[in-house]
């Protein structure tokens, strides 16, 4: 990348004439007004085009970036729409690879959509912003009215998805969050950063498995939760694949403890964290994961708690997530394995998972509701390793070889998020979606039953027949 020059300003473009856009100039302006010089905004909203937005002028289009790095000798460009489209991103930067010029970006955090846009965050883009859509700003109003003076329980709080749980959560005043994981390490360190968030007396941390009944029993006893999020699962498919005994006791039992404890405790909501791996499963988890959509739907008929289920695809960042794997493998320089050059895979960031299951949270009515995120489009996972490879400023094939593996077992060349006899409904929220037809026809009883007894023999030929019962396309 170039180097900035001492004592003589650089030539920058701001793609983005917006809030974070004004608020960026302004910084350059205040604090490296001798180091930068902003010669326009590009911007595709045509009412900008030719006017001046403060003291700098909207060039153009977007389109039109290599066209303005030639004419006003550009080295950098700095991309300021946090709410970006991955696919306006990646365009971009093929045309900032093209005329050899260094690109930067304002991340998308939830700060930063706020309003709170500091030069000092424009930073490197990495993968996470060339699959992000265009964040939904949510009402936190609402949310603050839903979580507000609750106690809200979280499983699996030390996982990915359960942590930023957590986190939100303690951003909209409860009366107690109540963090529980059997992952003590992930657990302390989930308080470390807790603890910087909010005050000892918001939270806890409680060590506990959701596979003993009785100790989920006596926790929702004694801190009578009036909303659960049950985010905790085994997700790896070939883990699970090679022992269902153990997918079948912790999915779909501590999903049923957990249920349990939730009614005979009158907890008001109960929200299941559920997969795009349960819409027609291939694997053991994608079965239990279904299964577990079952037992919610269940138990909504068992007492006054109200529970949903919400599905989503792959997140990144997540410790499960190809990203990490990739980012590793280019970094000690290759080769990067991909399984297939067909396969994909939908990705969504973290935080925007997180604030869409809050979202959806709100949208329970009767109870026994599937709600689905929106996941944008399908990314092929082979274009996803030959991108970030790019990105590190390295050639596919000639720096860093990509060797491909083949498909693993339980694994689907490409995933969906319903089945073709589910339909889905439209909700409040554009991104969020409710999803009808999926009552099972199968005795959730009868098939609890015949896994107990299999699970207590670890009787993994049987646990597969009796999975195949619920999803006939498992391998």
Request: glycine letters at 8%.
């Amino acid at each position: 990348m170039n180097k900035e020059v001492i004592n003589k300003k650089e030539n920058v473009l701001i793609v983005g004439a917006g809030v974070a856009g004004q608020e960026l100039s302004e910084e350059i302006k205040r604090h490296l007004n001798n180091h930068y010089e902003v010669v326009g905004f590009l911007d595709d909203n045509k009412k900008l085009e030719g006017r001046k937005v403060g003291s700098i002028e909207v060039l153009g289009k977007i389109s039109f970036l290599s066209k303005l790095v030639q004419k006003y000798r550009v080295s950098q460009v700095f991309i300021a729409i946090p709410s970006a489209q991955g696919s306006l991103i990646r365009d971009v930067i093929k045309s900032c690879e093209k005329e050899r010029v260094v690109f930067k970006i304002v991340p998308r955090i939830l700060e930063i959509i706020e309003g709170k846009v500091k030069l000092s965050k424009v930073k490197e883009i990495e993968v996470e912003d060339l699959l992000g859509r265009a964040i939904i700003k949510s009402d936190q109003r609402l949310f603050k009215k839903e979580f507000k003076d609750k106690t809200v329980l979280v499983t699996g709080a030390a996982g990915s998805i359960g942590s930023e749980i957590c986190r939100q959560i303690l951003g909209f005043s409860p009366k107690k969050l109540i963090a529980l994981d059997f992952w003590e390490s992930g657990l302390y360190n989930l308080e470390l950063d807790l603890l910087e968030i909010s005050n000892k007396e918001l939270f806890e941390c409680v060590v506990a498995n959701i596979q003993d009944y009785e100790r989920v029993k006596g926790i929702v006893d004694k801190e009578k939760p009036d909303i659960i999020f049950h985010a905790a699962a085994y997700k790896h498919v070939p883990l699970m694949q090679k022992y269902p005994y153990e997918a079948v006791e912790n999915n779909v039992f501590g999903t049923e403890n957990m249920a349990k404890a939730a009614t005979n405790g009158g907890v008001e909501k109960f929200v299941n964290i559920s997969t795009d791996k349960a819409v027609d499963p291939s694997s053991v988890m994608g079965a239990t994961k279904l299964l577990a959509e079952f037992i919610s739907n269940y138990y909504n008929k068992k007492g006054k708690t109200k529970f949903c289920s919400v599905r989503f695809g792959n997140v990144l960042g997540s410790q499960g997530s190809i990203v990490p794997t990739f980012k590793k493998q280019i970094a000690k320089g290759g080769p990067v394995t991909v399984t297939s050059k067909r396969m994909t895979r939908f990705f969504m960031t973290i935080p925007e998972a997180v604030q869409l299951v809050l979202n959806a949270s709100l949208f329970v009515k009767e109870g026994g509701e599937i709600f689905m995120l929106d996941m944008g489009e399908p990314v092929n996972i082979d274009g996803l390793a030959r991108l970030m490879i790019r990105l590190a400023g390295l050639v596919p094939g000639v720096d860093i070889q990509i060797e491909y593996s083949g498909i693993r077992p339980g694994e689907k060349i490409a995933e969906k998020l319903i089945t073709e006899t589910e339909n889905v409904q439209k909700t409040l929220n554009k991104r969020i979606f409710l999803v009808e037809g999926n009552a099972e026809n199968l005795s959730v009883n009868n098939i609890l039953d015949k896994l107990r007894k299999l699970v207590l023999k670890e009787d993994n030929r049987g646990i597969m027949n009796v999975l195949k019962d619920v999803a006939p396309n498992i391998k």
